[in-house]
């Protein structure tokens, strides 16, 4: 596996620091040089170092930084067709960078760049009523807000 020099590690903590939601952490590791040295080690190594570093008991700020760097190398890794079954709820966000990656994932894998035309799904048409009501129901049943079209 990539080994990372001190300034590695010193970027992943301030990017685990630093960020405020999920989405910001895999943003920030993502972006780092870090991540990107780990990327290039095979997926199994990935994953065991993973899971060595997050079955400790007790794990200092900068294991949990170096477990969230590995788990988005390991989920970019994925991308990349390889995959590993990786346990990312050991990790308060982990489950949350995962998901989140794979869906976008799936969102730009089904975009077509070939020059075949995109396949194109017709839905079949749904019955709606042709009362639209004029006005917003509250809880209650009486209108919390009406709108006039006319």
């Known amino acids: 596996m990539t080994k990372l020099s001190k300034t590695d590690l010193g970027e992943i903590l301030e990017i685990f620091f630093?960020?405020?939601t999920p989405v910001s952490l895999f943003v920030g590791m993502n972006r780092s040089d870090a991540v990107q040295k780990l990327k290039r080690s095979p997926a199994g190594e990935l994953l065991n170092y993973y899971d060595r570093i997050t079955s400790r008991k007790e794990r200092s700020e900068l294991v949990i930084a170096l477990a969230y760097a590995v788990l988005c190398a390991i989920l970019l890794r994925a991308q990349d067709g390889d995959r590993v079954t990786v346990d990312a709820t050991r990790l308060l966000w982990g489950e949350q960078i995962r998901v989140r990656l794979e869906r976008s994932y799936i969102r730009s894998s089904l975009i077509s760049t070939g020059n075949s035309p995109p396949a194109v799904h017709v839905a079949s048409s749904v019955s709606v009523s042709s009362t639209v009501p004029k006005e917003l129901l509250g809880p209650?049943?009486?209108?919390?807000?009406s709108w006039r079209n006319d």
């Open 18 to 20: 630093l960020a405020n």
């Open 140 to 145: 209650d049943g009486r209108a919390a807000a």
